[in-house]
């Protein structure tokens, strides 16, 4: 994992523009066309019954100025890796920071390690975006406290690429809640913790991906030795207990 980090300080970054609205007009044609094919292949889809050891996954975290991308609140760097047939591939991963003129607060730089002269070299939220969608391709998307990362996405989407954010984003509590019914656990950290899972670099949006990976992968071994079979399986039952 150290290897990794020293890899992560080493990606060249781009310059971008200098703000979401001001990039929306760059996008090329072919990725317009890319992201429309993306959303008819999404459309298609029916992950909900196909076993957890089959469900093909992107887990991703994203770090973030504040809580509210209305109120101008904006991504700072977007972190992913892959599943498939219930193993996390840690080799195959995605990140990347995204360019601003705006450094981070003091407080928001203690907590991710993310300067401003980070962002100042990093490419534009058009390029990562771009960059993003040719990783996830239309796979469904795993998060932990999921609202803040859907409504970030579907926030920069539409402003930065003119389309809808049309990824199913599942989140981890769909398993958890089964894992613990009665659990008042509710952090990452707590949860890696209670399953044994080690977070390399807490608020770092790679790091974080992965042991949301880890914690799903585990959540979905458990819920299978308890007969949840698939997500359907998981729907139904959670949508029983309300």
Not at 4 to 23: D, H, T, V
Not at 35 to 40: F, V
Not at 128 to 155: C, G, W
Not at 178 to 188: A, G, H, N, Y
């Amino acid at each position: 994992m150290n290897q990794m980090m020293q890899f992560l300080r080493q990606i060249p970054g781009k310059l971008g523009g200098n703000s979401y609205s001001s990039i929306a007009n760059q996008n090329d044609p072919s990725n317009v066309a890319f992201l429309r094919q993306l959303q008819r292949e999404i459309k298609k889809q029916d992950v909900l019954e196909l076993p957890f050891a089959k469900l093909n996954l992107v887990v991703f975290d994203i770090e973030t100025t504040g809580f509210y991308p209305h109120k101008g609140d904006q991504i700072l760097s977007i972190g992913a890796v892959k599943i498939r047939e219930g193993r996390v591939i840690e080799e195959e991963f995605f990140y990347s920071l995204v360019y601003s003129e705006i450094g981070p607060s003091e407080e928001i730089t203690a907590l991710t390690g993310i300067t401003k002269k980070d962002l100042e070299l990093a490419p534009s939220m058009s390029k990562v975006l771009t960059d993003f969608f040719q990783y996830v391709k239309s796979d469904p998307l795993i998060a932990h406290h999921a609202n803040h990362e859907r409504n970030f996405m579907q926030h920069v989407t539409w402003s930065v690429l003119k389309t809808r954010f049309e990824h199913r984003v599942i989140d981890t509590s769909f398993l958890t809640k089964i894992v613990e019914p009665m659990t008042s656990m509710v952090t990452l950290d707590e949860w890696c913790h209670y399953l044994g899972i080690t977070i390399e670099h807490r608020h770092h949006a790679l790091h974080d991906a992965i042991a949301t990976a880890k914690l799903w992968v585990e959540s979905a071994q458990l819920v299978q030795e308890k007969g949840f079979h698939h997500l359907r399986d998981v729907y139904t039952y959670l949508a029983s207990q309300k």
